[in-house]
């Protein structure tokens, strides 16, 4: 069965501080994907990243970093310099990619980021 | 210029009656999902359908039918509804994860907020 952990539940920072989102996944799957989504106030589901089991290459877009580690199960986010529009729920999802059309996405419970000015 | 549309994005309605939900993509692919997002933000896969067909069905209660009349559409509808079925409904859309081990980032609807009281 798969698992996807997010430990933290709800982070506070001040703007302008570094902040780092836990991931911690579990499957049996030696092909697989791992994802990132953000959920801001206003609802919608925005699609971050997607990540491969054979890719442990970290990742840099602009303010957001992952870091993807086999060894732990882990795929952290770190965002640098938090903007209070950074505020939302961040979800992490791993995908049993070997499946096929039968592939599903299995969410972490959401981690709830709020940037004060 | 939407890629994933819901109608309608609220949706209030008393025990007992039945509703649905509808959902189009314009972004060419060829799976759609139902998620329902709890009171705690917890994201649950319900339905997936590729090419029309039904393909997951994660024991969600024979109340949901879930109905593909092309590639591009996805509606839910519920029957009887009881108080337990509030939620935010999610549709969403992807290529088709293939069978050699890609697994495709999903892209999500507005989501529909469904009261029932």
């Known amino acids: 069965a798969q698992k996807v952990t997010q430990a933290q539940t709800e982070i506070s920072v001040v703007e302008k501080e570094d902040v780092t989102l836990d991931c911690v996944y579990e499957t049996r799957d030696t092909t697989y994907y791992l994802f990132w989504y953000k959920q801001p106030p206003s609802g919608e589901l925005v699609f971050l990243i997607r990540r491969n089991s054979f890719d442990e290459q970290n990742e840099i877009s602009g303010r957001y970093s992952w870091n993807f580690q086999k060894s732990t199960s882990s795929f952290n986010f770190t965002i640098t310099a938090s903007q209070v529009v950074d505020s939302a729920v961040y979800f992490c999802?791993?995908?049993?990619?070997?499946?096929?059309?039968?592939?599903?996405?299995?969410f972490g419970k959401g981690i709830t980021l709020s940037v004060r000015p | 210029d939407t890629a994933v549309s819901q109608t309608p994005k609220y949706l209030v309605t008393q025990m007992g009656n039945d509703k649905s939900i509808k959902c189009e993509q314009n972004l060419g692919h060829d799976t759609m999902y139902w998620y329902k997002q709890d009171s705690k933000k917890f994201l649950k896969i319900m339905f997936s359908?590729?090419?029309?067909?039904?393909?997951i069905n994660e024991t969600v209660p024979n109340r949901f039918s879930p109905k593909s009349p092309d590639k591009a559409h996805l509606n839910l509808h519920i029957n009887s509804l009881e108080l337990g079925d509030s939620a935010v409904y999610f549709c969403?859309?992807?290529?088709?994860?293939?069978?050699?081990?890609?697994?495709?980032?999903?892209?999500f609807g507005p989501g529909t907020r469904l009261t029932v009281t």
């Open positions: 359908y590729n090419n029309k067909e039904l393909i």
């Open positions: 969403a859309s992807s290529h088709t994860s293939g069978g050699g081990g890609i697994s495709y980032e999903q892209y």
């Open positions: 999802a791993l995908s049993d990619a070997a499946r096929g059309a039968n592939s599903k996405l299995t």
